[in-house]
């Protein structure tokens, strides 16, 4: 049954931003375990940070701080929220709305602040952008997650790269007009990014006015935070008469983006810009970075995305020399979970890891490009915002757990676990299908050097048996959420892929010619479908390798030899 909520606040601003915010929620329903009232009270008081807080930290810890503390019990509960705006105001409605939606009501005394100043995800992947709906619904769920920011920059939106120069129009102009309503609804950052590095001459002036004419129009539509990307672009100036009028990109760059932030302040001298420069990785100390960095101002902030284009890790060390060398802070673009180009058969829904704890001393934020499949990216995405409120108590696994409790029903969750513990192919590089290759390595030590040990195949196979039904329960629920649903080339591939291991288990047992070259067939088959969704990692292909070749020596008959 639903809770009826009754706010008391005596500050204006704040009390009608939480009837806003009311009006929002209440579309999802609040209950509480039991029905009655949550009386909230609201008052202004910004969060202070910890003592050693630079201005700016204190700044965010006064914006987007907030604390909350629960008391009674429904049928009748109460709320104390202490906030400095709007922001903060809204997490802790939030987290409040969590609470109360909850199987059992908790108390709750705490107060809290985020480290880093920028968090938010980027759609800026190739392939098929998100669907107007995704978009909604995703910035809706980033708000709830604590985040700030929505970048705008799908590589194969043709009005984003391709047709930079064309302004918006029909459902286009009303998709996007509709995304950044929703965006500030959630007090969210709006940043559209545009991407003219293929095609623009910098030298050009009717290049440049049809840029500058182009942010106009998101201008008067109410954008205020714009990107400019410079990325995937050729290193060097293609363009003659951009040859003739600057010694290299960097300097024809360095002119483009003082004109251009020169021209948004006259519009808005509040205004925000980000660029990414073409140089976009690496160690942080790069001349041409260091070049750029000199030559803009200091208030443009630049993405990162750390030594490599897909990092396995961002440290500390690396983000101060960044800083020093293009002298500003990073942003981090980080390239998970994002998993286009040659990740197209990884399923990135494992925890952000890998991270330093104190990063955020030397980054405006992180921005995290998410996958073509928005469903799924969710999972990852809630452990990136945990990362970026609480960086030093941020706890990867802990983190996951409780994603994976919001996303599916409790029957699921354990099958989704186990197949996420067999789909970890990503940038962090950890050990793939850990549980599954100890238990195939047990088995075969087993078999070979101690048989006294009994049946090597019964430990084995309850393993397997609990993948199969894992598999069998994501497949019959995957029309009904989807999340499961766009697991499904993983799903299929988890499942064929636990048929080759029992079908293995099979030859190894009782080998023949016949059962070896059956093998072999389906192992092929196998690995032609891990180009387009990859499970186990190499791992099954291993032990099928190895038990071919047990399956070929002396330990077997004559006759039953490969």
């Known amino acids: 049954m639903p809770v009826a909520w009754t706010i008391h606040c005596h500050d204006e601003e704040l009390r009608q931003a939480a009837q806003d915010w009311l009006a929002q929620a209440q579309l999802s ?36 701080g907030y604390a909350l503390v629960t008391s009674g019990r429904p049928p009748r509960a109460e709320a104390q929220i202490g906030c400095g705006g709007r922001r903060g105001l809204y997490y802790a409605l939030e987290e409040l709305r969590q609470l109360a939606g909850a199987a059992h009501w908790r108390e709750v005394r705490q107060r809290t602040a985020p480290r880093f100043p920028v968090r ?101 539509l109410g954008v205020r935070r714009f990107g400019l990307l410079l990325d995937d672009i050729p290193p060097r100036l293609q363009h003659r ?32 810009l980000v660029v990414c420069p073409t140089g976009y990785w690496g160690k942080g100390d790069e001349p041409e970075l260091a070049a750029l960095g000199a030559g803009i101002d200091p208030r443009i902030d630049l993405f990162w995305t750390g030594r490599n284009i ?29 998993n286009d180009m040659a990740m197209t058969c990884e399923m990135h829904i494992g925890p952000y890891r890998l991270r330093d704890r104190h990063l955020y001393r030397f980054s405006r934020g992180i921005i995290a490009n998410v996958m073509p499949y928005a469903a799924c ?17 941020y706890d990867p696994e802990a983190s996951w757990q409780a994603a994976l409790a919001r996303s599916v029903p409790d029957e699921l969750q354990q099958p989704l676990a186990l197949l996420a513990d067999n789909v970890r192919a990503s940038c962090f590089g950890p ?13 075969l030590f087993n078999r070979l050097y101690q048989p006294e040990a009994g049946d090597w195949r019964l430990a084995l196979e309850s393993h397997l048996t609990r993948l199969a039904a894992a598999a069998d329960a ?62 186990f990692g190499d791992v099954l292909s291993g032990y099928v390798l190895e038990v071919l070749a047990q399956s070929s020596t002396p330990t077997t008959t004559k006759n039953e030899g490969c």
């Open 474 to 535: 994501l497949r019959d629920r995957a029309c009904e959420l989807p999340l499961l649903d766009e697991l499904r080339p993983w799903t299929e591939q988890f499942a064929g892929g636990i048929r080759l291991l029992q079908q293995a288990a099979d030859c190894l047992a009782a080998p023949s010619e016949a059962t070896c070259r059956l093998l072999r067939a389906a192992l092929d088959h196998y690995e032609r479908q891990q180009r387009h969704a990859q499970v």
């Open 241 to 272: 008469m951009d040859v003739d009028a600057f010694p290299d990109l960097t300097s024809a760059q360095i002119a483009l983006i003082r004109r251009y932030y020169a021209d948004l302040l006259a519009w808005d001298p509040a205004i925000r």
């Open 431 to 443: 050990p793939e299908s850990p549980a599954l290759e100890e238990a195939l390595a047990r088995s």
């Open 29 to 64: 329903g609040a209950p509480l375990p039991q029905a009655g009232e949550l009386l909230v009270r609201i008052v202004r008081e910004p969060v202070e940070p910890p003592s050693c807080a630079d201005a700016a930290s204190a700044a965010l810890a006064a914006h987007e």
């Open 120 to 220: 938010g995800i980027v759609e800026g992947f190739y392939g098929p952008p998100w669907t107007a709906a995704q978009r909604l619904e995703m910035l809706a769920y980033i708000a709830a997650r604590r985040m700030n920011t929505y970048v705008y920059a799908p590589k194969d939106d043709p009005y984003h790269r391709s047709w930079w120069r064309e302004p918006y129009d029909g459902p286009a102009l009303e998709q996007l007009a509709a995304l950044l309503a929703r965006a500030q609804e959630l007090a969210l950052d709006f940043v559209y990014c545009l991407s003219p590095g293929l095609s623009m001459r910098y030298a050009a002036d009717e290049d440049y006015r049809a840029l500058l004419t182009k942010t106009r129009q998101l201008f008067d």
């Open 310 to 338: 897909c990092s396995q890790e961002l440290t500390l060390a690396e983000a101060a020399l960044f800083s020093r060398s293009a002298h500003r802070p990073p942003l981090y673009w980080d390239n998970y979970p994002v």
């Open 377 to 393: 990216s969710r999972l990852p995405l809630a452990t990136i915002a945990d990362y970026a409120w609480d960086p030093e108590g």
